[in-house]
């Protein structure tokens, strides 16, 4: 419950934030259900040094001028009776995934 609080964020503007994370070496990573996508267990995300998870809202997701700057389109494998995971369960899911062997 307390890991919240040594998590790293920030609020930025929604027109540069993507380049601020390219500027700052992050490779980005959006999570969404396209052709393209990539499983999030995918060994290239293990290698990137430094990731920044993007998750769009529940509804509308993410837009696709944030799609088209991200480094990695990830979706998460899910049962097949089971069309979407809110972004709750999926941010859980993308941060034990992806933060899992990151011993820093």
């Not at 995918?42 to 040094?49: F, H, I, P, Q, T």
């Not at 389109?73 to 993308?94: C, F, H, R, T, Y």
Request: aromatic fraction near 8%; charged fraction near 30%.
């Amino acid at each position: 419950m307390g890991n919240v609080f040594g998590a790293k964020w920030a609020r930025v503007d929604k027109n540069t934030y993507m380049d601020i994370l390219h500027e700052l070496g992050f490779k980005t990573v959006a999570f969404a259900l396209k052709d393209n996508s990539v499983d999030i267990d995918d060994e290239r995300l293990n290698k990137e040094e430094k990731l920044a998870i993007i998750m769009g809202s529940e509804g509308y997701g993410l837009s696709e001028e944030t799609l088209k700057k991200s480094d990695y389109i990830v979706k998460i494998n899910m049962n097949k009776e089971v069309d979407s995971l809110n972004v709750a369960s999926a941010s859980g899911i993308a941060l034990w995934q992806l933060c899992k062997n990151n011993h820093h």
